[in-house]
């Protein structure tokens, strides 16, 4: 294997999860939907809102990267859901399949042995696919570590009740 093949490898690891952090489907399986709406006590985090957060956040480093016509949305309202929405069974499922889906784009575009992962993206210089990867990577493992913690924490209130 050459070393091209081997960092793209360890990319894609990053990406998918495992090694050092949780998978994401571990996370959320078996999450229950009575409590996706379930503030964290002391702030407005739920689980479907940190994980639509990390959705959009997703979905615009992917659509940065590949397209040079993207506009992100406004910082950093545009990267959580309006405040005070509630989801229901239809918006968690779309909020996950988001996830995976963009997850996938990225993952296609680092394995694309014509993705150059160092050379600078054309529409802004400053960025590499390399480094929006390890962006993306570092943010999921970021907020799916919260994820676990609020899902713990909120799962451990209704224990208690």
Excluded at 39 to 63: C, F, N
Aim: hydrophobic share 40%; with cysteine; aromatic share 8%.
């Amino acid at each position: 294997m050459n070393n091209s093949n081997v960092v793209r490898k360890q990319f894609l690891d990053l990406l998918r999860g495992g090694n050092a952090h949780q998978h994401f489907a571990q996370a959320t399986d078996k999450f229950s939907m009575a409590l996706i709406n379930t503030k964290l006590p002391g702030s407005d985090y739920t689980a479907w809102r940190l994980l639509e957060h990390m959705r959009i956040a997703q979905w615009d480093i992917v659509e940065f990267t590949r397209n040079a016509q993207h506009v992100s949305p406004p910082w950093p309202q545009g990267y959580w859901p309006a405040a005070g929405k509630t989801a229901d069974a239809q918006d968690w499922a779309q909020t996950l399949a988001g996830l995976h889906s963009d997850l996938d784009a990225m993952c296609a575009l680092v394995a694309d042995p014509h993705t150059d992962l160092s050379t600078p993206l054309a529409h802004a210089p400053e960025y590499t696919v390399a480094r929006e990867a390890l962006v993306l990577a570092d943010h999921n493992a970021y907020h799916l570590g919260e994820f676990g913690l609020l899902r713990g924490i909120i799962e451990a209130g209704q224990t208690a009740r």
